[in-house]
């Protein structure tokens, strides 16, 4: 399984950024995705997670902001992220998993990350 995450870049406070993770080597319908994020000097954190059947969950700090989204007919995952915050900053990467039955979100397979940096 490959996941190939694109989309980051510089954006002022407040912009937008779309990120985009294609996948290639699974039934990618049949597995949860997510997209995690990882700050200088901290641990990677799940950011956002979309099940097989389109539902999706995010963490507090990003709710009303990002919206996850999947083509499955493309096999790539989406990070829409509007309202953009310095503390937003970080590496983020898409990963390929399950939703356990006591609801956590497992990531079998992770992309390389990309990027987003939001300058105050």
């Known amino acids: 399984v490959q996941l190939q995450a694109s989309g980051g870049g510089l954006v002022q406070t407040g912009g937008s950024l779309r990120l985009s993770c294609a996948a290639s080597?699974?039934?990618?319908?049949?597995?949860?995705l997510a997209w995690h994020r990882q700050a200088p000097g901290k641990q990677r954190e799940l950011v956002a997670t979309?099940?097989?059947?389109?539902?999706?969950d995010y963490q507090d700090s990003v709710k009303g902001r990002f919206t996850i989204s999947r083509d499955n007919a493309e096999n790539t995952v989406y990070l829409q992220m509007d309202s953009l915050k310095p503390e937003d900053t970080a590496v983020y990467y898409c990963s390929q998993g399950v939703v356990h039955t006591n609801g956590y979100y497992y990531p079998n397979y992770w992309g390389r990350g990309t990027q987003v940096t939001v300058s105050s």
């Open positions: 979309t099940d097989t059947g389109g539902r999706a």
């Open positions: 080597g699974s039934t990618f319908s049949v597995y949860a």
